[in-house]
């Protein structure tokens, strides 16, 4: 065999095990000097050679790869998953015929799609979803991302907040975690615009915790200016804290004329 997909093999077993045992700082280093090592093999892409240890080192390359978007997730690392999709998404995509398909890519894909909903670029979202086959929408995966975002659009924030007891892979946790946030923090913006108070019941039911200990949790982390008090929750000082944006009536409307005059010349 090659000596360099041997030391690369090699290497890769080291990362496997450190990332069994949850040693992710190991799996930071380790993942770096595989990278490196990958850039010697012109078989992968954008070269795409026809080298006799093709078919192996794609492999390698697109396990390691994988291996990578998955760690990106367990450190908390939105960036570093973008960069290593972005790297493993030419397995996905260039390789068809070449190697056999990885039982990871659709968990990968839908990761992925799940991603772009949370950091709300949906154009994005659609144009990758565009890239994938029909047959992609019936995986589980993929399914619950597309759900998600339709449930999202629609404002159905029930069905997205239940959603993360039934993710079709681990790896998905931290972004319903994240997409729940999001769901909430929303609704708390239209609550405190929309009311000056409400009970707690309500405000626990509308932010859908199941218990008033997560509420005062959340409100304590996230919402300090709101006030707890009489069994309500209070939104007044916050919105008295939100500056005053006055409209300038008499400039519009004299803007408005001046439009009005120019087209009448115009015309």
Not at 183 to 210: H, N, P, T, W
């Amino acid at each position: 065999m090659d000596p360099k997909l041997v030391e690369v093999t090699q290497l890769f077993s080291r990362f496997k095990a450190a990332f069994a045992r949850n040693d992710f700082d190991t799996c930071v280093g380790l993942l770096s000097q595989l990278k490196v090592l990958l850039t010697k093999f012109p078989s992968l892409p954008p070269l795409f050679q026809q080298t006799p240890n093709a078919v192996e080192e794609l492999k390698i390359a697109r396990d390691i790869y994988e291996h990578a978007v998955v760690l990106s997730v367990k450190i908390e690392d939105q960036d570093a998953f973008e960069r290593d999709f972005c790297q493993l998404k030419p397995y996905y995509m260039d390789t068809c015929g070449v190697i056999p398909p990885s039982p990871e890519e659709y968990p990968i894909l839908g990761l992925n799609l799940l991603r772009l909903l949370v950091q709300n670029r949906i154009a994005e979202f659609h144009t990758e979803l565009e890239l994938l086959p029909v047959t992609a929408l019936e995986n589980p995966c993929i399914k619950h991302a597309v759900e998600l975002e339709q449930s999202f659009m629609e404002g159905a924030y029930n069905r997205v907040l239940s959603a993360r007891q039934a993710v079709p892979h681990e790896t998905y946790v931290y972004f319903m975690d994240l997409l729940a946030k999001t769901v909430r923090d929303e609704l708390a913006g239209c609550s405190e615009k929309g009311y000056d108070y409400m009970s707690i019941a309500e405000a626990k039911q509308v932010l859908m915790f199941s218990s008033d200990q997560e509420l005062h949790q959340y409100i304590t982390e996230e919402h300090p200016e709101w006030e707890i008090k009489d069994g309500c929750v209070f939104f007044q000082k916050a919105k008295e804290t939100q500056p005053c944006k006055e409209i300038p009536s008499l400039q519009v409307i004299n803007q408005t004329l001046s439009y009005a005059r120019e087209l009448e010349r115009i015309v």
